[in-house]
């Protein structure tokens, strides 16, 4: 049995931590983001912080961030117990982050998003030249070549990455967190990052490296921490961890327990959706494929790489400029043209979830039954009578396990698992045969997770098909009949559910030289 | 919960302070109206008798009117600051004598302009995706600058005899106007009660991505809404002549600040989703009587001018706090 | 280029071909039409009656790029004027930058903390306001301080005296703009405020902080066409409003914050000042001109595409 340590390591401690979560608690709304968590990090280590989507993670280090105030609990630095009021006092206090969503402003350059907040001075005027040379030093040290003059708006996402780690870093900082800095970069950009880490390292700074990429937890860092549903699970040296240890420790089960078995309804020949040759604009990479009835189908891939254009596209939410969506009638069983806008789509059944159910999901200061409501009434013009049938949402909410008291609760007041389950109920009320999902467990406990899993599986076994995008791969692995993987917009690669591995997922998300997908198709 | 906790704390505390939050949580027009009449009743109390009310009802009702489109443009987090241009217009093309048609025929045609207007409002607002504000503002002074400059030509004229009737007769004691008012209100509550319509209009301004995202048909019931509230508008102004008994360049003026100012303080709100057509309603009584108040009280014009900022502001201010917790 | 393209150049300044060439077109355009344009009486008219609009424009584009708007600047215009017919002389200046700065703190306050909608905040103080100006001065009159009449009628090096009020506000709004860290982070709130915040920025105080510099510059405006016009109106700046916000637009200054230049301000500021010069030349109603730029003011706005729909 391996050793779980809370304390510390004598070989690389000063007496008190760098840093010091005590029983630190955190609720938004009626969610527990952190249930009483203690960790401690030392002064020269780089220490990981783990767990699912959801575990609590980016809550916590936005708390030593100064993004959000604990609602019990402190945070000590150096042994002295501080109120990070707000990101500049933690700034103060010594902290830099380096956040996981890009905080770059579009139109500011380089330089000055570098240094917003903190510009560089000559008497009143904020001294350009000195920002400038400072910036470029940074960038520099990331062995990167982006103009420090470029507006940030006109980069890669992984451009923008690294502009968040060169700001991150030439703050004078003690203690750095980097929340998943890898999810946008290649793989040169990421050796760069791991060489600057192990410098920063031995200039005895602490890192905080929030992570749920095992490979890098691994080779980073030196100690990890495990948080599960918001709950500290344990702490452990690296070294003395292996990787399944590290995984039942995050999962808490069987990955098995976790998923539906997958059925055999599957019809391959039948196409409900057929996806073809559709591109976001005209220097973009074309992606085809079909979705088939009774399927659940995964888009993998790195974060940023074009999954969320792809399902966006055939929602209709984003417009693409070739290309055709075909999809088969229920009622006549006859492929017809979609025409792409969100209005036409959802007439024609197919139900988009986006990722975000605070701003695109949900109407949270609408009662559960209005929100259920709403996709019941897709099917009538705007002047016909709204005939709800309660009895049928009561059914739907009962079938979906919705914790609440009462239909007529606002949806604001509910945990995001059941948040989730009420953003995809309002399609299955309405009688939709195609489901388009953004990451559709994110933020959402595991008990949830399972029961979202059974309801898409049962929606699918009964004729429907699902159309996920995820950054859990062993989401994808274990809810998935078929994966596709996106690099760059394009297709890359694709697996059967049950023949997939992890491995090759990873492998194919970051490869420069898988070969493309869709010429692979025409060649078979 | 709340009554457990008013156990605790014995029975004398809890039941004002449960009063006070439930008052606190209705729309301003309720509580306003109340304070307002109770003021009268020891300063003006002639202002309280029944002849005077209703003549106050009357002349509430073009504004009660207007009010309803208003709500509605608010509830889909937009709004329509051209009320005043399309009365101004109507006004014009009653009166002027311009159009040689007969009496219906010319109420048809300023159906036809609110229908007009309200689609180029909402063609501006849904496709180029323009402020509304900026958009309803900029047609107000279009129209009000034509019709200003066309009006140098023509002397207007008396109102059509059926609006002069529908806007000064009355029915045994109640004036007709009333019954128009409420020939407009009853309909349109009832249609957002019970209508798919009214649901959509209720999710875009609860979450208009949401609504986006979710397929609802979010220019259709934007547009929907533009072009009833410039038919309010006209319907308003209609009435308004007939009240006036004769064209005017600067009639109706003063409605689309007035109906913003009783959309706010009856309840809604940009962005909650919240808010119906009653708080509105009383809330246009409510501005129309203190107006009212405010002459008898021997203030003009610049007194009201500052009153309606103040309470736009105070209200705007209170329910942004409220909706905050 | 695309014609999008030429509309939408990148960077933050909003400048395009078409916010810079149509003064030059309509400059070339109305000397064609009317010779008398050029004589250097109407030129230097045409100067005066834009500094006003000039200096509340540049306000107005602060807030503009903050992601506000301010609707109250035209009242803030009216009340400066009726102020300084009003008090003694001695404090007419000290009092109408207090009201002003008085003005953008409550405007600033109410949509920064209280989160009311800026238009309807503004709309608000612009109501109240104006009935404060009717109540100080009921009927146009009154004389304006001397001195004041004296810093807006003398001529330098050849120059009228509104081309150096035109000059300093220019430069001063550039130097806030370009040189100062609030400019950066002005930038970066209307940007994206939550990101600004994470940054360290103080969204609140530099989001006040425009609406005070508007509303000074409304005072100011106010005090330089009261001097011009030696006499107060209680609604002077009636008009005000809706142009500065058809001035900014004009000139590439997005709406929805983040993008805005001085020289484009500039230019749609002049295109703006050409236009009623041009119809006032040829003899169009007072009226119609109101309606030009209502339909200005919506071609601008048009060029803008936004995101959201509705207010």
Redesign the interface.
């Known amino acids: 049995m391996l050793v779980l340590e809370t304390g510390a390591d004598p070989s690389m401690e000063g007496p008190v931590p760098a840093v010091e979560f005590v029983e630190i608690t955190k609720r938004f709304g009626s969610t527990m983001a952190l249930d009483t968590v203690s960790i401690k990090g030392w002064a020269g280590s780089v220490h990981a912080i783990t767990g699912e989507n959801g575990a609590g993670k980016s809550t916590l280090m936005n708390l030593l961030a100064g993004v959000h105030q604990p609602d019990a609990g402190c945070i000590s630095i150096n042994g002295t117990p501080l109120k990070l009021e707000n990101p500049k006092a933690a700034r103060i206090a010594g902290i830099s982050t380096i956040f996981q969503e890009l905080t770059l402003l579009p139109n500011l350059t380089v330089a000055e998003n570098m240094f917003l907040g903190r510009e560089p001075l000559k008497t009143a005027v904020v001294d350009r030249v000195k920002m400038r040379e400072l910036a470029e030093e940074a960038l520099a040290r990331l062995g990167s070549q982006i103009s420090v003059d470029a507006f940030c708006g006109d980069l890669s996402v992984g451009e923008q990455q690294m502009v968040e780690i060169a700001k991150g870093i030439t703050a004078d900082a003690q203690i750095f967190i980097l929340d998943e800095p890898t999810a946008a970069l290649n793989t040169p950009e990421v050796e760069k990052l791991a060489e600057l880490i192990s410098r920063m390292k031995s200039e005895g700074k602490l890192i905080f490296y929030i992570s749920h990429r095992l490979d890098e937890i691994f080779r980073f860092c030196d100690e990890v921490s495990v948080l599960k549903d918001g709950k500290y699970v344990a702490t452990s040296r690296v070294s003395e961890i292996d990787r399944d240890q590290l995984v039942s420790l995050m999962v808490g089960r069987e990955l098995g327990e976790l998923f539906p078995v997958r059925s055999t309804s599957r019809d391959q020949a039948k196409a409900l959706l057929n996806i073809s040759a559709i591109a976001i604009s005209d220097n973009t990479p074309e992606v085809s494929f079909s979705l088939s009835r009774g399927e659940i189908l995964g888009l993998g891939g790195l974060e940023g790489q074009g999954q969320r254009s792809i399902i966006r596209s055939i929602a209709g939410i984003e417009a693409f400029s070739k290309g055709e969506i075909r999809k088969t009638s229920r009622e006549t069983d006859i492929a017809v043209p979609i025409t792409p806008t969100i209005v036409e789509v959802a007439k024609a059944g197919i139900g988009f979830v986006p990722e975000d159910r605070k701003t695109e999901g949900l109407y949270l200061t609408l009662s559960i039954a209005k929100n259920m409501a709403l996709g019941m009434l897709r099917e009538l013009s705007v002047w016909r009578r709204a005939r709800v049938r309660s009895d049928h949402i009561e059914t739907l909410l009962h079938k979906m396990r919705v914790v609440a008291a009462s239909a007529n609760q606002e949806v604001g007041a509910l945990s995001g698992g059941n948040q989730q389950k009420i953003m995809i109920g309002r399609w299955l009320a309405s009688n939709v045969d195609v489901l388009l999902i953004e990451e559709p467990t994110r933020g959402v406990d595991v008990g949830a997770k399972v029961e979202i899993y059974n309801l898409l599986r049962e929606f699918a076994d009964a004729g429907g098909a699902v159309l996920i995008t995820s950054s859990e791969l062993t989401e994808l692995l274990g809810l998935c009949d078929r994966i596709l993987v996106v690099r760059g917009g394009a297709l890359v690669a694709e697996f059967e559910g049950t023949e997939a591995t992890e491995e090759e997922i990873l492998h194919a998300a970051l490869s420069s030289t898988a070969e493309n997908y869709n010429k692979k198709e025409e060649v078979a | 919960m709340s009554l457990s906790l008013s156990q605790k704390k014995g029975l004398s505390l809890p039941k004002p302070r449960d009063l006070a939050r439930y008052i606190f949580s209705l729309p301003f027009a309720y509580v306003g109206t109340v304070l307002l009449l109770l003021f009268a009743y020891y300063t003006r109390p002639a202002l309280l008798s029944p002849l005077l009310l209703l003549l106050i009802i009357r002349q509430a009702a073009p504004l009660g009117i207007v009010v309803l489109g208003q709500s509605l443009c608010m509830r889909v987090l937009s709004l329509d600051l051209s009320i005043g241009g399309v009365i101004v217009a109507v006004s014009y093309i009653l009166t002027s004598g311009v159009l040689p048609f007969s009496e219906p025929v010319l109420v048809l045609i300023c159906v036809g302009f609110g229908l007009m207007i309200g689609s180029i409002n909402a063609l501006l607002i849904t496709r180029l995706r323009a402020s509304s504000v900026i958009v309803t503002l900029a047609m107000a002074m279009i129209l009000s600058g034509i019709v200003i400059s066309l009006s140098q030509y023509h002397a207007p004229s008396d109102a059509p005899e059926i609006l002069r009737y529908i806007g000064q007769k009355r029915i045994g004691v109640f004036p007709i106007a009333l019954f128009v008012w409420l020939a407009v209100l009853i309909p349109s509550v009832i249609f957002l009660r019970i209508s798919v319509f009214g649901r959509y209009v209720d999710a875009i301004g609860a979450n208009p991505n949401a609504a986006w995202t979710s397929g609802i048909p979010y220019i259709w019931v934007v547009t929907i809404v533009h072009i009833m509230s410039s038919l309010f508008a006209v319907f308003s102004g209609l009435l308004l002549v007939g009240f006036v008994g004769v064209g005017s360049i600067d009639i109706g003026q003063d409605l689309a600040l007035n109906s913003l100012a009783a959309v706010i303080l009856g309840g809604v709100t940009f962005g909650s989703g919240k808010g119906g057509v009653i708080g509105p309603t009383v809330a246009a009584f409510m501005l129309t009587f203190s107006f009212n108040l405010l002459t008898s009280l021997g203030l003009g014009e610049p007194g009201k001018l500052m009153i309606q900022g103040g309470i736009i502001a105070v209200a705007a201010i209170v329910y942004a706090t409220r909706q905050a917790k | 280029m695309s014609s999008i393209g030429l509309l939408h150049s ?3 300044s909003g400048l395009s071909l078409v916010a810079l060439g149509l003064p030059v077109l309509l400059f070339v355009i109305i000397s064609l039409i009317s010779p008398s344009f050029l004589s250097v009486q109407n030129l230097s008219n045409v100067n005066a009656q834009i500094t006003a609009l000039l200096i509340i424009a540049l306000g107005q584009m602060i807030v503009a790029i903050s992601g506000g ?1 301010d609707l109250s600047v035209g009242s803030v215009l009216s009340l400066t004027s009726t102020l300084l017919v009003s008090v003694d002389p001695t404090l007419s200046i000290p009092t109408v930058l207090l009201v002003g700065v008085c003005v953008g703190l ?1 405007n600033g306050v ?1 949509v920064a903390i ?4 800026p ?3 503004t ?13 100080i001065l ?1 009927v146009p009159g009154g004389s304006i301080p001397g001195f004041l009449e004296a810093l807006v009628d003398f001529s330098f090096l050849g120059l009228p005296a509104a081309f150096y009020w035109c000059l300093t506000f220019v430069l001063l709004a550039a130097f806030l703009l370009r ?3 609030f400019g ?2 002005l ?2 709130v ?3 405020a939550q ?8 969204v609140t105080f530099y989001k006040i902080l425009s609406y005070v510099l508007c509303s000074t510059s409304a005072v100011m405006a106010g005090m330089y066409l009261s001097a011009r016009v030696a006499s107060a109106d209680a609604t002077m700046g009636a008009s005000f409003a ?1 142009e500065s ?1 058809t001035a900014v ?1 004009l000139g590439g200054v997005q ?1 929805a914050g ?2 805005g230049s001085v020289p484009g301000v500039i230019a749609g500021t002049i295109t703006l000042g050409l236009m009623t010069n041009g119809m006032n030349l040829i003899g169009v ?1 007072p ?9 200005l ?2 071609i601008a ?2 060029l ?8």
């Open positions: 990148p960077g933050r708007i409550v109410g209280f989160t009311v909608h238009l309807v905040m709309l608000a103080s612009m109501t109240f306001l104006q009935g404060l100006a009717l109540l009921p040189a100062t860290k950066m982070r930038f970066a209307g940007a994206n990101n600004a915040a994470r940054n360290g920025v103080n809706l916000v637009a709406l983040g993008v109603s009226f119609v001109r109101a309606s030009a730029t209502g339909v003011l919506l706005i048009s803008q595409p936004r995101k959201a729909i509705g207010a």
